[in-house]
T-cell receptor, first 116, second 112 residues
Framework: GAVVSQHPSRVICKSGTSVKIECRSLDFQATTMFWYRQFPKKSLMLMAT?????????EQGVEKDKFLINHASLTLSTLTVTSAHPEDSSFYICSARFQGANQPQHFGDGTRLSIL | QQQVKQSPQSLIVQKGGISIINCAYE??????FPWYQQFPGKGPALLIA?????SEKKEGRFTISFNKSAKQFSLHIMDSQPGDSATYFC???????????FGQGTRLTINP
């Protein structure tokens, strides 16, 4: 069964609104969660790495003020797309890694964000 | 800079055949190599992973072959089925690092 739950699976909203996406690790504690963006027929692009209790580490070129990441607990991380515009429309995927060395990374089922 | 190069970009195989997807890397600090399967509209699912201390790992119809000296690894899908049609990503992670580096992906189609 799924070990990472992502919600919502799809969201459509108007330009200028903010959208929050939740990522939960099920039945395990994830000290590290990751947020990706995926364009059609393309690979996964890492946006940021989120460690519980500390500030997220953003990849080069990702706007920190546009994509707010919070990892307040060992089972929940959120991505908020602020003042969303049509160019922010994409497939956003979170993943979580089990606590401890040599652990695999599991992905949620993604959120299809459409900004009108 | 593409740290993990994946080929082919797309692949068509007949049902029952063997599907082979290849990846190559440059960074010798990579020590964990997973393969993910992704269906349309879904997140990637971990299929199988290997570390450089072994040359091959098999799980059911899926096998990873690893060539440390050539810095290459490949995924073999035996007895390919239409349900295997998906996009496959190889990835690599440096020793002690948190994040994965992904290949470009291979869109696999199994014809019935």
């Amino acid at each position: 069964g799924a070990v990472v739950s992502q919600h919502p699976s799809r969201v459509i909203c108007k330009s200028g609104t903010s959208v929050k996406i939740e990522c939960r690790s099920l039945d395990f504690q994830a000290t590290t969660m990751f947020w990706y963006r995926q364009f059609p027929k393309k690979s996964l692009m890492l946006m940021a790495t989120s460690n519980e209790g500390s500030k997220a580490t953003y990849e080069q070129g990702v706007e920190k003020d546009k994509f707010l990441i919070n990892h307040a607990s060992l089972t929940l991380s959120t991505l908020t797309v602020t003042s969303a515009h049509p160019e922010d429309s994409s497939f956003y995927i979170c993943s979580a890694r089990f606590q401890g060395a040599n652990q695999p990374q599991h992905f949620g089922d993604g959120t299809r964000l459409s900004i009108l | 800079q593409q740290q993990v190069k994946q080929s082919p970009q797309s692949l068509i195989v007949q049902k029952g055949g063997i599907s082979i997807i290849n990846c190559a890397y440059e960074n010798t600090a990579f020590d964990y190599f997973p393969w993910y399967q992704q269906f349309p509209g879904k997140g990637p699912a971990l299929l199988i992973a290997i570390r450089p201390d072994v040359s091959e790992k098999k799980e059911g119809r899926f096998t990873i072959s690893f060539n440390k000296s050539a810095k290459q690894f490949s995924l073999h899908i035996m007895d390919s089925q239409p349900g295997d049609s998906a996009t496959y990503f190889c990835a690599a992670r440096r020793r002690g690092a948190q994040k994965l580096v992904f290949g470009q992906g291979t869109r696999l189609t199994i014809n019935p």
